[in-house]
């Protein structure tokens, strides 16, 4: 199968039951700005991709939100448990953006694309909800371009400064994602990008 533009990646998170009923246990929660992201997206495109015929299994569900009246982590941790108490066995993990730049050393984020904006890689900027008809939001701040065309690189904010650039060497070489996906290209900072 082939995914070429947004609508083909709505389109495939709204054929999956499992992915549509997480999606629908988080909107429960009525967060501020929030998102599923991350790996959760990234390893399904990239599923469909390599027409895999299961799921591939993924460490965390990263669910974000933007709520800058409570940066305590002890609101993550009760979210968390509201999130388990609802669907059990997910390994859910939350996190308010408005906290994260503290923990990331950087300046404040002014919404949760805007930390999805400064995640390591461009196949892993990704984000989806609903929107309260039920229908599939997409965000991609660095575009689609590298999570369909398999190719993983730095997003253009940890490309801007060496110290980045390493924390997004060591990240790829950790997950080792090619060896899952094994049409996936992992540039490195010494190569070209």
């Not at 590298?146 to 997003?155: A, H, I, M, R, Y």
Request: glycine share 4%.
């Amino acid at each position: 199968m082939t995914i070429k533009n947004e609508e083909d990646i709505v389109r495939i998170i709204n054929g999956d039951t499992w992915i549509m009923d997480l999606l629908k246990t988080v909107k429960t929660l009525n967060l501020p700005d929030w998102w599923i992201c991350a790996g959760f997206v990234r390893s399904k495109i990239w599923d469909v991709l390599h027409n895999f015929s299961e799921r591939t299994p993924i460490p965390d569900i990263d669910v974000i939100y933007f709520n800058p009246l409570n940066i305590e982590e002890s609101e993550e941790k009760i979210l968390e448990e509201k999130l388990n108490h609802l669907m059990p066995g997910i390994p859910w993990s939350v996190k308010n953006q408005a906290r994260m730049h503290v923990i990331n050393h950087l300046p404040p984020y002014t919404s949760s694309v805007d930390g999805i904006s400064k995640f390591p890689e461009t196949v892993t900027a990704l984000g989806v909800k609903l929107d309260n008809e039920n229908n599939v939001i997409l965000t991609a701040p660095w575009g689609i371009n590298d999570v369909v065309n398999l190719e993983v690189k730095p997003t253009p904010f940890f490309a801007e400064s060496m110290e980045r650039l390493q924390i997004y060497e060591n990240r790829v070489a950790k997950k080792a994602w090619e060896l899952v996906w094994y049409k996936v290209k992992v540039y490195r900072t010494n190569s070209s990008l």
